[in-house]
């Protein structure tokens, strides 16, 4: 094993840490609403979701933690009777056919480090907090982050609760139903932890690919999201190609410009066409009106810009010389997140005790963390995906990086508590 060093670092410190029981644990409740040959099958609020949180919430009391539920239907348990609070935590929600670890990770291994604190009667000066956000990935209600937005302040009581899922139940009603339905006065914005600390899959290949052992974002990218429509005129399949107007024509080129232009900022730029509407979408039909959005994502917002008047002069200039009309609007725009640069750097001298290879990030994805650092000092601790794969049954990390992010958490707890 390549963290015994670690364990004995922190075991001279009288933590009495055990990764074995850590991942017998992880292997156990991460397996609640596996489906073999289909992957996770535990949207929010579910059955399979209220199981696992009903097991969470069992052994947080065994441990003495007091349990709390917030109006989001949050849980939030704490150790310790006084000061600030430094907490920990992730989602047990996960998108259809995902996989075991994204979220799961951060709740259980959560679980472990109030374990091993509470067993090891180290005294902190900090109440210790575990918190299992509701509803984070946005499969069963739009958008995602719902449970964080909430008890954050981010989002009203009034537009969550009235998001409604598919087969047409309301955010609220599930909460009641379940059990899940807590008091205003639990939520985070009124009480908010000093730090916050979200230990994470990576889900991108960076770590793995180039071999590190803890990946540390510096925050989560912004993400714009543009619609972009061309119209030309709808005609039959025999027309000559000279003679059309074709709207997807446009979508094409456009796209392929698009993508030789963020191959050459991969780095720092990721840009995706999610959802196109042809038509009329029909075999024999040139296409009269193409409608798609483009998703750009980067940590640096003048990139963002850029990338968006580059996607709009070529659309004008596509349409100019193809005869098509070109329009375009914003659809929406999260700002990026920078995490708290005292955390950061703490994440940082954590991994170099332990002589564990560490690569200063950004996150691409979205997470609970990013509402926590409207209101807390925050920061994310990431373990490799192999093959990068995330939100799918083939989502995987071994057990010894599983193993070194939880020693991770740990010893950051330590630094923060003691800072
Ligand atoms: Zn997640």
Redesign the pocket.
Known sequence: MCYEGALEKLRARGLKVNPERFLAEFDRMSRIGWVEGYGMNRLALSENHVAIRMDLMEQLKALGAKVKVDEAGNIIAELGEQGEAIAVG??LDSVPGGGRF??AYGVIAGLEVLRTIKESNVRLRHRLVLIDFNN?EGSRWSPPLLGSGLSCGVYTRDFVYSRVDRNGVRFEDALRNTGFMGSPENNISCNPPRFYVEL?IEQGPELYSKGYDIGIPQGIVGIRVVELAFRGSQDHASSPLWARRDALTGLVIVKNKLEEYALERVDKLRVTIGRVNVEPNVANVVPGEVRFTVDIRSYDPNIIDETVKYIVENGEDVARRRGLDFEHRDLWYIERTLFDTQVVKTIEEACEEFEFKCLKTWSWAG?DAQNMARVSRTGMIFIPSVNGRSHSKDEYSGDEDLVKGLLTLLNVILALDSS
């Open positions: 992730s989602h994204d979220g984070e994470h997470h």
